[in-house]
C-alpha cells in the first residue's frame, strides 16, 4: 500500500504523531483520522505513520506552514503527548506559523511542572473525561474517547468463529493490553487458574505486547498457569497486528478490563462495540463506560475476589453474557460512536478558528 499524502496547502488540521512506537495514543488518532475527514481536511504529521493514514510529507509541510489554510486565518496543531505540544509551541512561538495550539489530555493523575508549563501555551484543552478535566490546570472541553462501530462490531456466529481459531473450548475469555502490572494481567491469570478447572467450555488469552521490561513478570505468569496445569488453556498470543485485534473481540464471549490505573482506557468500549460481555476495573472512565450488570460487571481495582467473582457469573451462564453482549452494542452506538467524538473535537476547532488571533 503507498503512502496516502494530502496536500500542506489545503490542510486544515494537523494530527500531530511523533512516537514510533504504536500505542493506545497511537490507536486513537487511527480511529479518528477516518471519522474527522469527513468534515474538515485533516492529516497526521509525524514519525513512523501507518500508511494507510491520510499525511504530510514533511517537506510540502515546511514549504506552506506559514500560509494559513485557504479560508482559514490559522491552521491547528493537535496534539495528544508532551513531545508533539514541544513541537506545536515551537512552531508556533519560535517559527512563527500561524497555528492555533489544542491538546487531548486523558490524564488521571497531577501533572509535573513540565507538563503544566506547556498545557498553559495550548490555545485549547480537549480532555476525555471529566476526572482526567479535574486534574488539569487550564480549562478544558470534555469530549469522551468513542469507537468505531463499523470496524468493532459483532461475529454473525461467535461460536464458530471462536472454533475458527483452532483454540480448545467453545467461548474464549481474554484481555488486551500489554502484558504488565499496570494492566493487571496478573489478577486475569489468577482469576482464570481459580476458575477454569471447572468450566471446561472456556479458555483464556492473552492479546498484547511483552516489553523487554515485563518479560520476567510474564514468566511469572506462564509458570503460575503451568503450575495450575493450565497451559493449554491459558495461552499468551503475544502482540497482534492492528488489524486482527477487532477479528479477536469479535471471537471472544467475555473481556475483562483488570487495569490497576488507566488514562481512559478503550478495551471496555470496544469489547461491548464488538458484542462482548464485560468485566472491568473502576479506573480511568470504566465507570462512563460500563452500565454495571447491564453491559457488563464493574469491581474495585486490585479485588481479585470480585473479579473472579463476575467473571464466574459469565461463565457459568454463556446466555447471560451474551445478553449483556447484546445491550453493550446498543449502548456503544447509541452514546459512544466514533462520530460523535469528531462532532465534539469539530466544536473545538471551530472555536479555534472562530478566534481572531492565536492566544
Given at each position: 500500500?503507498?503512502?496516502?499524502?494530502?496536500?500542506?496547502r489545503e490542510t486544515e488540521v494537523i494530527a500531530a504523531s511523533l512516537k514510533r512506537r504504536y500505542t493506545g495514543v497511537t490507536s486513537t488518532v487511527a480511529a479518528l483520522l477516518p471519522a474527522q475527514a469527513r468534515d474538515v481536511k485533516i492529516a497526521?504529521?509525524?514519525?513512523?505513520?501507518?500508511?494507510?493514514?491520510?499525511?504530510?510529507?514533511?517537506?510540502?509541510?515546511?514549504?506552506?506552514?506559514?500560509?494559513?489554510?485557504?479560508?482559514?486565518?490559522?491552521?491547528?496543531?493537535?496534539?495528544?503527548?508532551?513531545?508533539?505540544?514541544?513541537?506545536?509551541?515551537?512552531?508556533?512561538?519560535?517559527?512563527?506559523?500561524?497555528?492555533?495550539?489544542?491538546?487531548?489530555?486523558?490524564?488521571?493523575?497531577?501533572?509535573?511542572?513540565?507538563?503544566?508549563?506547556?498545557?498553559?501555551?495550548?490555545?485549547?484543552?480537549?480532555?476525555?473525561?471529566?476526572?482526567?478535566?479535574?486534574?488539569?490546570?487550564?480549562?478544558?472541553?470534555?469530549?469522551?474517547?468513542?469507537?468505531?462501530?463499523?470496524?468493532y462490531r459483532p461475529a454473525e456466529n461467535r461460536e464458530a468463529e471462536w472454533a475458527a481459531t483452532g483454540l480448545p473450548g467453545r467461548y474464549g475469555i481474554a484481555v488486551f493490553g500489554r502484558v504488565r502490572k499496570q494492566k493487571g494481567v496478573d489478577?486475569?491469570?489468577?482469576?482464570?487458574?481459580r476458575l477454569l478447572p471447572k468450566y471446561p467450555d472456556f479458555t483464556g488469552i492473552a492479546v498484547g505486547a511483552v516489553r523487554p521490561e515485563q518479560v520476567a513478570f510474564a514468566r511469572r505468569l506462564a509458570a503460575r498457569v503451568t503450575q495450575a496445569?493450565?497451559?493449554?488453556?491459558?495461552?499468551?498470543?503475544?502482540?497482534?497486528?492492528?488489524?486482527?485485534?477487532?477479528?479477536?473481540?469479535?471471537?471472544?464471549?467475555?473481556?475483562?478490563?483488570?487495569?490497576?490505573?488507566?488514562?481512559?482506557?478503550?478495551?471496555?468500549?470496544?469489547?461491548?462495540?464488538?458484542?462482548?460481555?464485560?468485566?472491568?476495573?473502576?479506573?480511568?472512565?470504566?465507570?462512563?463506560?460500563?452500565?454495571?450488570?447491564?453491559?457488563?460487571?464493574?469491581?474495585?481495582?486490585?479485588?481479585?475476589?470480585?473479579?473472579?467473582?463476575?467473571?464466574?457469573?459469565?461463565?457459568?451462564?454463556?446466555?447471560?453474557?451474551?445478553?449483556?453482549?447484546?445491550?453493550?452494542?446498543?449502548?456503544?452506538?447509541?452514546?459512544?460512536?466514533?462520530?460523535?467524538?469528531?462532532?465534539?473535537?469539530?466544536?473545538?476547532?471551530?472555536?479555534?478558528?472562530?478566534?481572531?488571533?492565536?492566544?
Amino acid at each position: 500500500m503507498s503512502r496516502v499524502l494530502r496536500s500542506a496547502r489545503e490542510t486544515e488540521v494537523i494530527a500531530a504523531s511523533l512516537k514510533r512506537r504504536y500505542t493506545g495514543v497511537t490507536s486513537t488518532v487511527a480511529a479518528l483520522l477516518p471519522a474527522q475527514a469527513r468534515d474538515v481536511k485533516i492529516a497526521a504529521l509525524g514519525v513512523a505513520l501507518p500508511e494507510s493514514w491520510p499525511q504530510l510529507a514533511w517537506g510540502d509541510f515546511l514549504r506552506h506552514a506559514w500560509q494559513p489554510p485557504p479560508g482559514r486565518r490559522v491552521r491547528i496543531w493537535h496534539a495528544r503527548r508532551n513531545s508533539e505540544m514541544l513541537a506545536g509551541v515551537f512552531l508556533k512561538r519560535v517559527l512563527r506559523m500561524p497555528l492555533k495550539l489544542v491538546f487531548t489530555s486523558a490524564a488521571q493523575r497531577h501533572h509535573s511542572g513540565w507538563p503544566r508549563w506547556l498545557l498553559r501555551r495550548m490555545d485549547h484543552v480537549i480532555a476525555t473525561s471529566p476526572e482526567a478535566a479535574s486534574y488539569l490546570c487550564v480549562p478544558s472541553t470534555v469530549v469522551p474517547h468513542g469507537v468505531d462501530v463499523e470496524l468493532y462490531r459483532p461475529a454473525e456466529n461467535r461460536e464458530a468463529e471462536w472454533a475458527a481459531t483452532g483454540l480448545p473450548g467453545r467461548y474464549g475469555i481474554a484481555v488486551f493490553g500489554r502484558v504488565r502490572k499496570q494492566k493487571g494481567v496478573d489478577l486475569f491469570v489468577e482469576a482464570l487458574c481459580r476458575l477454569l478447572p471447572k468450566y471446561p467450555d472456556f479458555t483464556g488469552i492473552a492479546v498484547g505486547a511483552v516489553r523487554p521490561e515485563q518479560v520476567a513478570f510474564a514468566r511469572r505468569l506462564a509458570a503460575r498457569v503451568t503450575q495450575a496445569a493450565l497451559s493449554g488453556r491459558i495461552l499468551f498470543l503475544g502482540e497482534r497486528p492492528a488489524a486482527e485485534v477487532p477479528l479477536w473481540l469479535r471471537r471472544v464471549t467475555i473481556v475483562v478490563g483488570p487495569q490497576r490505573r488507566e488514562g481512559f482506557g478503550l478495551v471496555p468500549l470496544e469489547g461491548m462495540a464488538s458484542g462482548a460481555a464485560v468485566v472491568a476495573t473502576r479506573v480511568g472512565a470504566a465507570h462512563h463506560l460500563v452500565v454495571d450488570g447491564e453491559t457488563g460487571y464493574l469491581v474495585p481495582p486490585e479485588d481479585l475476589d470480585a473479579l473472579t467473582d463476575r467473571i464466574e457469573r459469565l461463565l457459568r451462564d454463556p446466555a447471560r453474557a451474551a445478553a449483556m453482549g447484546r445491550r453493550g452494542r446498543a449502548h456503544v452506538v447509541e452514546r459512544f460512536a466514533i462520530d460523535r467524538e469528531a462532532e465534539g473535537i469539530r466544536r473545538v476547532y471551530e472555536r479555534c478558528w472562530g478566534e481572531a488571533e492565536p492566544r
